[in-house]
């Protein structure tokens, strides 16, 4: 596993320069891929598929993408497709109760497929390769940030939104950084936006602002609800600190105009794209298939907020967007 690990550090510049050889038998194949999307309509988790798509495309192999739009059951039927169709890999996003898809991962590794994921899948142990989207660290970071914003009392709220692995972290780790760091700060309710927009998390808003008269801050699981949230204090004329979760267009659209305060991105491309690097490699035979799960994340998670909201470019332009099809 030491090999593989070391290949964490490797940049990507070093993998590209590797294709510039002649192609093994194993490149020379012809390889399909099935991107299994929880939401393709969430600007944050398609560029994570964009990018996958990317790395893929730059190395011949193609790509089939399957969105759940958010309903297991759906990705369940969507995971048998992908089988009955024959590809070589998946590359999962669990849209909900992991429990739901095991079985369907399971027949796919009975298949000879290879399994991997963006975000984990738990109870699935034929993982190879796991890209996780920092969602912790969003939760210590956007804790500490907001003990620190309202000096550490006073009343705040959450607006979460489906309970799946790879958002979940994101409110449990706030909420235990908050009553570590700051037990004045008292959580005085938790909502939940489904669907995990400005449209849905504004009446949220509006209803927490009527609620609790004294809110000093809302604290939103990603910038979409962040926004909605900035409305709802704007329209009432309320001074509340808003912060948001993603680094998407969102968040540069509210912090532009004083409706959200700050956001972390997730640097879903870069997640995207290495992931495919890996995919790329294993099924090409550049590195030896993982006899145990190898989980990487992003080191760095930028702060996004009025003072460096100049800096951030729309995912787009971070890596040519092969469309996903």
Known sequence: MTSL???LLTSTGLAAAALAGSLS??????????ILGANY???AARAQYEGLAAALKERG?????????????TQVAQIDQAITAGVDAIVINVAGDP??????LNRADEAGIMVFGLGPAPGFEHMLVQADNAAPEHGVRSGEWMCEATGGTGQIAMIKAIEIPTLSPRWDKFRETVQAKCPDLEIVAEERAIPDDSATGRPIAENLLTRFPDLKAIWSMNDGIALGAGLAAKSAGREVIISG???EVFAGEGIKQGLIDVSWDMEPVKIGYDLGVWVADVLQGEVETPTETVIFEPTDVPQWDKDTIGDWKP???RIAYPGLQ
């Open 245 to 247: 979760i993603n680094g």
């Open 61 to 73: 192999i193609d790509y089939r993408f399957y969105d759940a739009i958010l309903d297991i059951n």
């Open 315 to 317: 995912y787009e332009e």
């Open 25 to 34: 038998a194993a490149q020379a194949q012809d390889f399909t891929v099935g």
């Open 5 to 7: 690990l070391n290949r």
């Open 99 to 104: 429990n739901a898809v095991l079985a369907p």
């Open 41 to 43: 309509a969430i600007p």
